[in-house]
């Protein structure tokens, strides 16, 4: 997309159709997006967050998040942000809820929010529950970092919905490292959920440690914690492991032993443990040259 279609998607905010100017809020998120950027977008977006149409209020809304999630930010959001919470439809609480969390990403946050968030947990919209998981996952970590309190947290967890607890597992992942290594009490944290009594909880905590460890973020003082894993009862949580301590080998640590340790696995009773685990195997050898053990 040209700067110059963008230009356009900004002159259009200020259009008297409420379709032209939902459609230009949605694509200049969708440019967004894709890193470009243009901070008098965001100047124009932030009054249209109360215009009286719901597709308006809706993309405005992603778009500012959007936004957020890059760096680009106004204070003056918040507030309507905030409103938007009690909006009719559950599509731009949903949108408002995301773009919230961004905020918080950046230090912006109200605990004034909280109750709200934690009312979606349960609401009909599965998108909402799982941008509210997410939300106040952010919100959580905050908390744990700044009080060292994981009351939040147990709330989040209390509920059964497993797209809360993937939204949770997701926040936790964004705001985790400290340059090289975990933050102390997020670690602390991360190693009560990895035995935690949920199987949903241990199996995406476990997910997480692997999706960082692929982006090369590794913390060795996770690893006794994540090889308990390996003898789980639930399979999803054994692949979960094998997964997460594959990326760990794949980055160098314990290489040599955790190969050792993996090749146990591709004998599992269960298929995709099995399969998780030749296919990592497999993936090491190719990578480091290592022959099978």
């Given at each position: 997309m040209k700067g110059q279609d963008l230009e356009k998607q900004i002159r259009l905010l200020a259009d008297s159709d409420r379709l032209l100017r939902s459609r230009a809020a949605f694509n200049i998120g969708r440019y967004a997006l894709q890193g470009q950027l243009d901070r008098r977008a965001l100047k124009l977006l932030i009054p249209m967050l109360q215009d009286e149409d719901r597709e308006v209020r809706m993309n405005s809304a992603f778009a500012v998040g959007e936004y957020a999630s890059r760096g680009i930010f106004d204070e003056s959001a918040l507030k309507p942000l905030i409103k938007l919470l009690r909006d009719w439809s559950s599509k731009v609480r949903c949108r408002a809820t995301t773009a919230l969390g961004e905020y918080a990403k950046l230090g912006f946050y109200s605990r004034g929010i909280i109750k709200t968030l934690l009312r979606f947990l349960t609401d009909d919209d599965k998108e909402l529950r799982a941008n509210a998981g997410w939300t106040l996952g952010i919100y959580a970590?905050?908390?744990?970092?700044?009080?060292?309190?994981?009351?939040l947290m147990e709330k989040i967890l209390e509920t059964r919905d497993s797209n809360v607890k993937v939204g949770l597992s997701i926040a936790l992942a964004e705001n985790i490292w400290d340059g090289a290594q975990m933050k102390e009490?997020?670690?602390?944290?991360?190693?009560?959920?990895?035995?935690?009594?949920?199987?949903?909880?241990?199996e995406g905590i476990a997910f997480v440690i692997g999706e960082n460890a692929e982006e090369k973020q590794v913390d060795e003082r996770i690893l006794k914690p994540l090889l308990n894993l390996l003898n789980d009862p639930d399979p999803h949580v054994r692949a979960n492991a094998v997964f997460a301590l594959g990326a760990y080998a794949h980055?160098?640590?314990?290489?040599?032993?955790?190969?050792q340790k993996l090749s146990g696995f591709t004998e599992d009773p269960d298929e995709d443990v099995k399969e998780t685990a030749k296919n990592i195997l497999q993936r090491l050898e190719l990578k480091r040259g290592f022959a099978k053990p």
């Amino acid at each position: 997309m040209k700067g110059q279609d963008l230009e356009k998607q900004i002159r259009l905010l200020a259009d008297s159709d409420r379709l032209l100017r939902s459609r230009a809020a949605f694509n200049i998120g969708r440019y967004a997006l894709q890193g470009q950027l243009d901070r008098r977008a965001l100047k124009l977006l932030i009054p249209m967050l109360q215009d009286e149409d719901r597709e308006v209020r809706m993309n405005s809304a992603f778009a500012v998040g959007e936004y957020a999630s890059r760096g680009i930010f106004d204070e003056s959001a918040l507030k309507p942000l905030i409103k938007l919470l009690r909006d009719w439809s559950s599509k731009v609480r949903c949108r408002a809820t995301t773009a919230l969390g961004e905020y918080a990403k950046l230090g912006f946050y109200s605990r004034g929010i909280i109750k709200t968030l934690l009312r979606f947990l349960t609401d009909d919209d599965k998108e909402l529950r799982a941008n509210a998981g997410w939300t106040l996952g952010i919100y959580a970590v905050k908390e744990i970092l700044e009080k060292n309190d994981s009351e939040l947290m147990e709330k989040i967890l209390e509920t059964r919905d497993s797209n809360v607890k993937v939204g949770l597992s997701i926040a936790l992942a964004e705001n985790i490292w400290d340059g090289a290594q975990m933050k102390e009490q997020v670690l602390e944290r991360f190693i009560e959920l990895l035995s935690h009594k949920d199987p949903q909880i241990r199996e995406g905590i476990a997910f997480v440690i692997g999706e960082n460890a692929e982006e090369k973020q590794v913390d060795e003082r996770i690893l006794k914690p994540l090889l308990n894993l390996l003898n789980d009862p639930d399979p999803h949580v054994r692949a979960n492991a094998v997964f997460a301590l594959g990326a760990y080998a794949h980055r160098g640590v314990k290489t040599n032993y955790l190969i050792q340790k993996l090749s146990g696995f591709t004998e599992d009773p269960d298929e995709d443990v099995k399969e998780t685990a030749k296919n990592i195997l497999q993936r090491l050898e190719l990578k480091r040259g290592f022959a099978k053990p």
